[in-house]
């Protein structure tokens, strides 16, 4: 069956960087746009990274634009979510889906926490 | 892009039924709009896609109590003889090209 298992979250200070992973099983993933999402504290989701099924286009939420990087390995199945420069307001829980093109599944999530 | 609007609760006696609404802003009435169940610990569940002449497909093993509907720029979601299971918070998601949109979200309790 579809997995989606999100790694990486924790504790970070301010302006430092994290990269979350989600590795996929259970179906194609070289055929499948991905996405993450987030949750944070008492909030509701929001969209932060769209990635087409072959990495060739990539979108953003205006509020990480320039900061974090999508990405996917098609080769180990993994989608990547690099987060550089980050801030108070970029603690949350964050989610992996596939697209289909709703989100269709999704991982568990990893809380990354950014304090000093 | 379209907006999502959701109620931000809403309540139901167990065994009961509950609508949860969606509302399409202006414009984007005819979009197809996902159901989410998202509930503490947990990852969050697909539960159904709805399209503007009101059928829906359900994900993998979502009970036949919960159902779609639409009404012009409304997407319903029903949940028919409400579990304590149920008590959840329930998001739409919509798309325009690449960019994911959700609603605000609906906490749901169970009385």
């Known amino acids: 069956q579809v997995q989606l298992v999100e790694s990486g979250g924790g504790v970070v200070q301010p302006g430092r960087s994290l990269r979350l992973s989600c590795a996929a099983s259970?179906?194609?993933?070289?055929?499948?746009?991905m996405h993450w999402v987030r949750q944070a504290p008492g909030k509701g989701l929001e969209a932060v990274a769209f990635i087409w099924y072959d990495g060739t286009n990539r979108e953003y939420a205006e509020s990480v634009k320039g900061r974090f990087t999508i990405s996917r390995d098609n080769s180990k199945n993994t989608l990547y979510l690099q987060m550089n420069s980050l801030r108070d307001e970029d603690t949350a829980v964050y989610y992996c889906?596939?697209?289909?093109?709703?989100?269709?599944?999704w991982g568990q999530g990893t809380l990354v926490t950014v304090s000093s | 892009q379209p907006v999502l609007t959701q109620s931000s609760s809403a309540s139901a006696s167990l065994g009961s039924s509950v609508k949860l609404t969606c509302t399409l802003s202006s414009g984007y009435s005819r979009y197809i709009v996902a159901w989410h169940q998202l509930q503490p610990g947990k990852a969050p569940r697909y539960l159904m896609k709805l399209e503007d002449i009101g059928t829906y497909n359900k994900g993998s093993g979502v009970p036949d109590r919960f159902s779609g509907s639409t009404s012009g720029a409304d997407r319903h979601l029903t949940i028919s003889n409400v579990q304590v299971e149920d008590e959840a918070d329930y998001y739409c998601e919509t798309w325009d090209s690449n960019t994911r949109i959700f609603g605000g979200g609906t906490k749901l309790t169970v009385l």
């Open positions: 889906a596939r697209v289909n093109p709703h989100s269709d599944y």
């Open positions: 259970g179906f194609t993933f070289s055929r499948y746009g």
